[in-house]
């Protein structure tokens, strides 16, 4: 019988504690996760509940207290700066809620910002494409509405074709019809480009979107279920 493939992310008893003067917050407990290739999970729970705090972590842009965090063969708790910096290049997108985009630059401009020191990005205008905005690559963030930054935002992290997409409350400052748009886009691009996506959002009805959803409370994961079939965007409302 055919092995399983080995999990993209290795998670054991990672723990994050953040200490100010006298106060200390536990914000991640003990926590174990694993994701394979191509998997689209869906993050929730509560502000405070250690999300943010694990994203930063797999993503490179913070670390452990202590555990173990891996991303193949990349050890994340003892990588040093610069290798922490070439595993977010090569191999991380980031979305954020707020768009980040700079807005001197028209979309396409921003997309290529990332294609430029990407090591086999895809060309600005397909990833544009890919998000439903070719017909608005030359327009400015100014000129642009919320839900088409936001999908600039979601190009500009998927042209560099990253194997990982992690996405903090990408449809949190959206109205609900906007942000059907951009989970549209958001699951088009993961499946077209296979990269493991993690959503963290503090809005229940995404999860049906997901093939996996995992609950976080109190810096630990309180339970996680499996979709059986995973529901297109456009039938989520919230």
Known sequence: MDQPPAPVFRMKDLRKIYRTGEVTVEA????????????????LGPSGSGKSTFLNIIGGLDRATSGE????????????????????RDHVGFVFQFYNLVPSLTAFENVKLVTEIARRPMKPAEALALVGLEDRMDHFPAQLSGGEQQRVAIARAIAKQPDVLLCD??????DSKTGVRVLEALTTVSARSGATTLVITHNA???????????????????????ATRQPASAVSW
């Open 28 to 43: 991640l407990r003990g926590l174990d996760f694993e994701a394979a290739a191509g998997e689209f999970i869906v993050i």
């Open 69 to 88: 965090a891996w991303f193949r063969d990349h050890d994340l708790i003892r990588a040093n700066e610069a290798q922490l910096t070439r595993y977010r």
């Open 169 to 174: 409350e990408p449809t949190g400052a959206l």
């Open 205 to 227: 009805a995404i999860a049906a979107i997901a093939d996996r959803v995992v609950h976080f409370a109190n810096g630990a994961i309180a339970r996680e279920e499996r979709n």
